[in-house]
């Protein structure tokens, strides 16, 4: 073939010269698909495949005609180079088929150990940021939770009490039953290191099938909170596109997201968190596959963390990220919007109770619904949480649903301090697994009054933001320091009596310096004890983009 005889075959040469390598590169793509994926989003894919397509055709059209002049050039008649891109097709196709993995199904559930076959399932229930003042069941006359309140009907009725007030510290002190100084995990970009036994890792080594499900980027599988499960799941929020988390890493998708979010009407939930109706569907494929299982579940919701988002959902939203610092006017509408949601979940909450009694399982299962910490409503002069130790941000719901054949008490036992070390020790023992030495909680179960003093009080820490607080209680008073100087504008010392004075309006250190003097010893001594049985936890890393930009949508980094 001459040069003028290649020339005229240019279109096909082009069309055809450049669908081979885009047909090649699709086929990489499909067998590499989640390398490509983990590092961008599909549209980003497809667009490089279509630019370097479109250099293909481009170098084809300028220099192809003298390429191709001889023999060379018998590959781009039609015949033979349809032949050609057919072969390329079907091999991208097999190759497809044999090297892709295929989607791996969740593992099936297996059968009950003989050693717990009078045991019960555990159910953990952590919902995030839900103020125990605001149910039914503890007071509140404006909020409706029967379902969450129904776990008391049989079951048990505490005060408790978290030991930091935002997510990670405080769930990791409820999952591993150490106080914050002891675990470590107390700041943005700390961890639980792996020498830090959860209560999955207990009831797993006991022979429990174990699943976690949670909607909180600061319980992530990177900050260690997956330990001891057979199966964890990150509910991330949506992304742009389809993309995946770590998308967020390239800056194009960061302005595009930006635009987006600025641009478009309204606010939607799944781009800050999944739901309850979400949590919701991957609970019910679990419970399905295990309902002839033993299993132990750690169940997260999001709902009552802001955004605090209108019912039905209409785009009408409050989130923190973009409104630090709202004004003391908005306060009456900020605290129905968060009743909407508490009773949103609660509506959800009935849903998977309903689904444990349509597979048999809710009678034979132990249920504790907890909460890692409450919201501030301007009482003391500021917003949100994980700035201060006052009680509308650590005083939680502790109620524990017992097995049908438990011996454990019951009714509402209210007026005594329990805390949120103390919960997994006591599925621990309803389990009959022994807690681990270093576990500092207690079982609940034998009751709180034979309790030494220092486990009859609460002791809750915060290194958040440059506020460094401690707090103390017992059922009379509850003491509060922080560092001097800190942003919040704290005193450095508070005294309250908190049986006569719940809603902690005055400080009283100035008449009553002697008990301030007796509560910072048992401070001091359980901040001591917790720091030297520290783990090498806590350690610190680097963010990823993605957790930087979740985190920043929950409003936990400006």
């Not at 919902?127 to 379902?147: K, N």
């Not at 990177?222 to 001891?228: I, Y």
């Not at 621990?428 to 034998?446: F, H, N, S």
Request: negative net charge.
């Amino acid at each position: 073939m001459d040069e003028s005889e290649a020339r005229g075959w240019t279109p096909s040469l082009v069309l055809i010269g450049s669908f081979v390598p885009f047909a090649l590169a699709i086929t990489v793509f499909r067998v590499k698909r989640d390398v490509f994926l983990e590092q961008m989003p599909p549209a980003t894919v497809l667009l490089g495949i279509v630019a370097a397509a479109g250099v293909v055709a481009g170098l084809l059209f300028f220099f192809g005609p003298r390429a191709f002049r001889g023999r060379l050039g018998t590959i781009v008649r039609p015949w033979p180079a349809l032949v050609a891109l057919g072969v390329v097709v079907a091999g991208g196709a097999v190759a497809g088929r044999i090297l892709v993995s295929p989607t791996s199904e969740p593992a099936a559930a297996p059968p009950v150990p003989e050693a717990l076959a009078d045991r019960p399932n555990i159910i953990l229930v952590m919902v995030d940021t839900l103020r125990a003042d605001h149910l039914s069941c503890y007071g509140a006359t404006d909020v409706e939770s029967p379902a969450i309140c129904s776990l008391a009907d049989g079951g048990a009725l505490y005060d408790g009490y978290s030991h930091a007030s935002w997510t990670k510290p405080a769930t990791a002190s409820l999952v591993t039953a150490t106080l914050p100084s002891t675990h470590g995990a107390m700041s943005k970009p700390s961890a639980i290191a792996d020498d830090v036994q959860l209560v999955s890792e207990v009831l797993q080594a006991r022979g429990y099938a174990t699943g976690g499900i949670v909607s909180n980027i600061n319980l992530a599988p990177s900050f260690g909170f997956d330990q001891g499960y057979d199966e964890y799941h990150y509910l991330a929020p949506d992304y742009l596109a389809g993309a995946k988390e770590s998308s967020s890493k390239l800056i194009l998708y960061q302005i595009a997201r930006s635009v987006w979010f600025t641009l478009k009407p309204g606010q939607r939930v799944s781009d800050f968190y999944q739901d309850s109706l979400t949590v919701n569907t991957h609970a019910f494929e679990f419970l399905e596959r295990h309902r002839d299982a033993r299993f132990f579940l750690f169940l997260h919701y999001m709902d009552p963390h802001d955004p605090y988002f209108r019912h039905p959902y209409d785009g009408h939203a409050i989130a923190r990220v973009s409104n630090q610092h709202p004004d003391p006017s908005l306060a009456g509408e900020m605290h129905r919007l968060y009743k909407g949601e508490i009773e949103y979940l609660d509506r959800n909450f009935q849903t998977l109770l309903q689904k444990l009694r349509e597979l048999d399982l809710y009678d034979d299962t132990v249920i504790a619904l907890v909460a890692d910490h409450g919201e501030e409503f301007y009482e003391h002069g500021g917003w949100w949480h994980g700035l201060t130790l006052y009680d509308e941000q650590i005083h939680v719901p502790l109620i524990i649903k017992w097995s049908k054949h438990a011996r454990a008490p019951v009714g509402d036992l209210r007026g005594r301090v329990a805390r949120l070390i103390d919960v997994a020790p006591t599925l621990i023992a309803k389990a009959g697994a022994q807690a681990p030495a270093e576990m500092q909680g207690l079982d609940l179960a034998p009751g709180l009054a034979q309790r030494s003093e220092k486990d009859r009080m609460a002791f809750s820490e915060e290194d958040h933001e440059g506020n460094v607080l401690r707090s103390i209680r017992n059922t009379e008073w509850k003491l509060i320091e922080a560092n001097e100087g800190n942003p919040r504008g704290l005193a450095v010392t508070e005294l309250y009596a908190i049986s006569r004075d719940p809603a902690e309006s005055k400080n009283v250190i100035a008449e009553h310096a002697d008990v301030g003097g007796e509560l910072r010893a048992h401070a001091e001594a359980q901040e001591t004890a917790a720091r030297a049985a520290a783990h090498a936890s806590g350690t610190s890393r680097k963010l990823s983009t993605s957790e930087e930009e979740a985190l920043r949508s929950l409003g936990y980094i400006e």
